[in-house]
Nanobody, 127 residues
Framework: EVQLVESGGGLVQPGGSLRLSCTASGFISSNYVMSWVRQAPGKGQEWVSGISRGGDDTRYADSVNGRFTISRDNARNTLYLYMNSLKPEDTAVYHC????????????????????WGQGTQVTVSS
């Protein structure tokens, strides 16, 4: 069965940095586009960043562009999100998500395109 497990969240001050990781199992990592999606308390899902199957193409939401970096290590079945210059509005539960259909060439920014989600890791940005 598909499993996605996030780690690396925590409490950080504004301007600080965190690295999130997601370990995957139950499928061949290189076959799927992956993304990070976040949910603020009481809010809906927001697509944050996505990466192509081979890692050569990355996309970012305008709200995080220039501050976050997504990467993947398919040999280790791991997805990363490097977050810099964090802001209070970045506070959310961050989920890694696998695209529903394999072998896609494009990095979709629609949350609905990602069917399998991890349980998430909490990121809190506060003084």
């Amino acid at each position: 069965e598909v499993q996605l497990v996030e780690s690396g969240g925590g409490l950080v001050q504004p301007g600080g940095s965190l690295r999130l990781s997601c370990t995957a199992s139950g499928f061949i990592s290189s076959n799927y586009v992956m993304s990070w999606v976040r949910q603020a308390p009481g809010k809906g899902q927001e697509w944050v960043s996505g990466i192509s199957r081979g890692g050569d193409d990355t996309r970012y939401a305008d709200s995080v562009n220039g501050r976050f970096t997504i990467s993947r290590d398919n040999a280790r079945n791991t997805l990363y999100l490097y977050m810099n210059s964090l802001k209070p509005e970045d506070t959310a539960v961050y989920h890694c998500a696998r695209r529903r259909v394999a072998y896609r060439d494009d990095v979709a920014s629609a949350v609905s395109e990602y069917e399998y989600w991890g349980q998430g890791t909490q990121v809190t940005v506060s003084s």
